[in-house]
Each structure stands twice: as C-alpha cells, then as structure tokens.
C-alpha cells in the first residue's frame, strides 16, 4: 500500500503557477489566485514487501501443454438435461451455484440430481439448511428419489456441516441454501453480505482441495438477479438459472457461466405431481393439436444451441373503440406493435379498426427478431381468415421498410424445420413482407365460401 511524504522545504504549493509557500494561505502570492494552493506530497512507495516463497514440487508451474486434463474426469449426475448445460457432466471441484425465483423447483430438481448420483454408486450429502429431513424425505417419497447412498442433514452452521462432510466422506455435496447457512467466522445473521461471502468461499476452498464438487443453491432479488454480493458469482465454476412460469409446468436451466463448457446451452424439465421430468425433445410442447385454424403459423426459436418450433396464434376481433387493444402473452409487445405498423402500410393488411390478440403455445417467451414474420402471417391468417398448412414455418426479422431480413443462425433453423417435417420454409428470400404473405397465400387455403385477392 502506498504511502505520502510531505516536502519539509515546500510543504504547500500553487496547482496553477507552481508558486510554493512554508504555510498555507488562502490565495497565491504569485498569481493571486484564491483556492489554489494546495499540501505538497509525494508518493515514497510500498511500505511493506513479500518474501518469495518456493512452490512445493507438485504445485510448481508446468507448460501448458504438460497438463493431463484426464485427471479431472467429468461426473455424469444422471439427468441428462442437467448435464447438457453442465457441459457434458460436473468436473470434481468444480463449485456450481444454481439460482431461481422461490418455487420454480430447484430443490426438486437438485433432490433428483441427487439420488441419480446414489444410484449410480456414488455418495451424495445433501445439506438441507431450509427444511428439516423429514420434509425432505416426504418429498423424496412423493418423487422417488430414496437411496441409502443419500445422506441428508438439516443444518444451518457452516461448521457442522463440515463436519458431516468428514464424517460421510461424499461425492457430491448440495447446499440448500447458501443464504441460509452462517458461519461464526464472520459477523452478521444468515444471508448478509459477508456471510454468504465467507460461506461460499470456505465451501469452495474444500471444493478444490478434496476435489469435491459442490453445487450451491442462491436465492435471488425481485428483479430476477442473484442476491447477495457479485463476488458470489465470479468465486464459483458455473452459474445456472433456473427458471419457468408458475402457469405451465415447463421449466428451464441456462448456463450464465460455465468455465467447463458452453454457456448457450438449455435443459428443459417438465413439473409433475411426482417431481420433475426431463423433455428431451420439447418440439411438442409448443404446438397446437388438431387442424390448422386461420391465424395461426409455426416459427422457428432458438433457446441456446437448441431449435424448437413455437406455434404464434393471433386472434382479430372488429371493434369501435377509439383505441383497439393489443394484447400479447409470450412476444414482445413492442415487436408486436411495429409488425402491425408494417403489416398496414406495407402490406395493406388494415388492423387500426381490430383487437389484435397474439400469444404462444406452451407458455414459451418467443422475444427474438425471428417471431417478426410468424406474428405477421399469423396476424394476416386471422384478418383474412385464411390457415397456414401444418408443413409450413416462418422465421424472418422485418424491417420498417418491408423487408424480410435474415436472423442468426438460420441454416441451423432450416435443417431442424425440415428435421421436423416443415417442408415448406418461408423466410428472407421472399425478400419482402408482401412476398412472403402471398408465397404462404400460394401454398394455403381459405376458408369454405372465402376467396381473397394477393396481398
């Protein structure tokens, strides 16, 4: 840490003509400048220095290319959605910290992840530091998750829980949660900023010295962001967000960090009464049943490296109000009111006299620039009481000026749209909103009894 000198010749000094005096005054003797002259310091350097210290043989830096990562091995848990957004599985040591808004399911899902690991041969402590073990275990019952190598403790001190660890030697240790565990190496009730700071990193530190790995569960403030301070997320390996609506039973795991893997990656759980569910193939989930009704059309989304097709429906009701209602569940609203915008004056599809009502199958959030097309064709569908073929998507942004413009990623898209019988793709190379709604006119049919002009 640096220190100041004060000069014993000159101890004050004018900022702007260097003028120097032996006292301070409040105005230069050389400018007459009021306020100017300051205490004169200079920097002398570090008062303390740090002895060298010889790294033992086994620590000692090596080349790169000299470490063997087959000596870390990852750890399949048993479920594999997990492990898609782990990278492939938990690495030993690794510190994973799993957060999500109260009664998304994380305790499930983490009580899952548990005794797939029992079952697989290895040892797994579960430290329940919110609810007692018999809570546990009824929800272990109603899920079917009992296993003799998962070993539950119901404990809120940082230092019996150590100990159980000595004690049961595990594989695997889950923290639930870390807001709620204190430890009396640091002042402050449960959950205060410097105990989670010193829980997290004692956890860590045995983390990396046993080669245990340790999953920890964080609550998160009203916004949606993990609570507690950020040095929480930059100490641990992974950081994962778990989330879902309480309407639908779909859920969701995304990897915000992974320093053992890729950070765009999903995992997608289904919640039963009998605990949860992996989806490997979600394609289902956002799709009507039955025959294509007018208004609705099929769209291409990405949640991380995974395509799925999300049904957009919209539904146009003739009003006379001064003001017509927009709802949207699902899209943005503000995308959803510029589509219209374009819709009217490029295409000529009038919605200023219409409620316009546009949602998505599954309670999806479907927010990208990809849902432009899809909202306007299922929009056009629904004032022109026209249904798309069930073979048929769309994904294309729009601009202001009409134009369909390309998205990312879109021959990964295309091949899933053809992968799941969508053989008929419209997008950017119809070139403009108005061709792309008379390629779908093409390709569709009208209501019995309708017969409507090109776009």
């Known amino acids: 840490m640096a220190t100041r000198r004060t ?17 301070w005054v409040g105005r230069c003797g050389e400018c007459q400048q009021w306020g100017t002259v300051v205490e004169a310091a200079e920097p002398v350097g570090l008062t303390r220095s740090v002895a060298a210290v010889a790294p033992s043989a086994d620590r000692a830096a090596r080349p790169i290319t000299a470490i063997d990562t087959r000596d870390a091995p990852r750890r399949t848990t048993g479920v594999g959605e997990f492990d898609r957004v ?23 899902l983490l009580l899952e992840v548990a005794a797939q690991s029992a079952r697989a041969g290895r040892r797994v402590l579960y430290a ?15 899920t079917g998750a009992l296993h003799d190598e998962l070993y539950i403790a119901a404990e809120t001190d940082l230092a019996t829980i150590l100990g159980h660890v000595d004690e049961v030697t595990p594989e695997l240790l889950i923290v639930d949660s870390v807001q709620t565990v204190s430890s009396s190496m640091s002042e402050g009730m449960a959950g205060h900023p410097s105990q989670v700071r010193e829980v997290a990193s004692t956890l860590i530190r045995v983390a990396k010295e046993r080669g245990l790995p340790v999953i920890i569960v964080g609550h998160v403030t009203k916004d949606g962001s993990i609570a507690g301070p950020r040095i929480l997320e930059h100490l641990v390996d992974v950081v994962c967000q778990f ?4 309407q639908t039973s779909l859920r969701f795991v995304r990897a915000l960090k992974n320093r053992f893997g890729p950070t765009d990656e999903v995992g997608c759980f289904d919640m039963t009464g009998s605990g949860i569910a992996e989806v490997a193939d979600p394609s289902a989930l956002f799709l009507g049943h039955g025959s294509p009704e007018p208004g609705t059309c099929v769209a291409i989304a990405l949640e991380g490296r995974r395509a799925l097709p999300v049904e957009v429906q919209a539904l146009t009701i003739v009003t006379g109000a001064p003001n017509p209602r927009r709802i949207v569940n699902g899209v943005d609203s503000a995308r959803v009111a510029m589509v219209l915008a374009v819709l009217e004056k490029r295409a000529g ?4 006299n219409l409620d316009v009502y546009v949602s998505t199958v599954g309670g ?14 299922a929009v056009a569908g629904a004032v022109r009481n026209e249904s798309t073929p069930k073979q048929l998507a769309a994904i294309g942004e729009l601009s202001l000026a009409g134009e369909v413009r390309p ?9 899933e749209a053809a992968r799941l019988g969508y053989t008929d793709l419209i997008d950017n190379r119809s070139g403009s909103l108005r061709g792309a709604l008379n390629d779908v006119k093409a390709r569709t049919r009208s209501a019995p009894g309708e017969d409507f002009p090109e776009f």
């Open 7 to 23: 000069t014993t010749t000159a101890p004050y000094r004018c900022t702007e003509c260097g003028w120097t005096a032996l006292k």
């Open 86 to 108: 782990l990278g492939g599985g938990i690495v030993p040591g690794a510190a994973i910290l799993l957060s999500g808004e109260p009664g998304v399911g994380k305790s499930t």
């Open 128 to 142: 329940s530091a919110e609810e007692s073990t018999g809570q546990v275990r009824l929800r272990a019952e109603r």
């Open 243 to 246: 989330e879902g609506e309480r």
């Open 349 to 352: 599809v009038v919605t200023s």
């Open 364 to 377: 999806v959030r479907f927010t990208e620039p990809a849902a432009d097309l899809a909202i306007a064709i």
């Open 407 to 415: 998205v990312t990623q879109t021959a990964q898209r295309r091949s």
